[in-house]
């Protein structure tokens, strides 16, 4: 007999699992599809920083379609104080592009920012699943910050996926394991 999934479900960076993919390629509906075996409440860590009326609708649909289940903790930049504060509770980090673009806009030290992640990532006593944009498929941008963005995203999402158990991307709806 296979035990359920939320049994074999570790913490730390063992019971870390991320899901990257590109925009509108269902990666988070996947990633909150993930949370079913395991005990609600879970908790939903949103890095968002709504700046106009079309993000605020976005963010309405988004927890409308997680439903009750979902506690929601916004926080754009110390996903690190959340997830020790969550103790054994389910988190799903989405997501990790708009908490770099965060970071960058606001000229916080990215290298500090990821450190302090990793280790609470380390730390935490449930389970985390984090999201994120892949965004180095396309074109080279034709401008510095943009560059720079792109290059930040690969450096941050090969330092996740070196230490998560588990890495899937999600491409046109459909999940493909990578680790």
């Not at 959340?82 to 054994?88: E, N, Q, R, S």
Request: proline share 6%; charged share 20%.
């Amino acid at each position: 007999m296979t035990a359920h999934p939320a049994q074999t479900m570790t913490a730390g960076l063992q019971g870390c699992i991320f899901v990257l993919g590109g925009a509108r390629s269902g990666k988070s509906a996947f990633a909150e599809a993930l949370f079913t075996p395991w005990p609600a409440p879970w908790t939903y860590l949103a890095t968002c920083k709504p700046h106009d009326g079309e993000m605020d609708a976005r963010i309405s649909r988004h927890r409308a379609r997680r439903g009750e289940n979902w506690r929601t903790a916004e926080e754009p930049l110390d996903l690190h104080r959340v997830l020790d504060g969550a103790g054994a509770s389910p988190v799903l980090v989405d997501c990790l592009t708009l908490w770099l673009t965060n970071l960058m806009l606001g000229e916080h030290d990215i290298t500090a920012a990821t450190r302090a992640l990793l280790a609470a990532l380390a730390r935490r006593a449930g389970p985390t699943v984090l999201v994120s944009n892949e965004v180095g498929q396309g074109i080279v941008p034709d401008n510095a910050l943009a560059r720079r963005f792109r290059d930040e995203a690969g450096l941050l999402h090969q330092a996740i996926a070196r230490e998560a158990a588990r890495v899937v991307f999600v491409v046109a709806g459909l999940p493909m394991e990578m680790k």
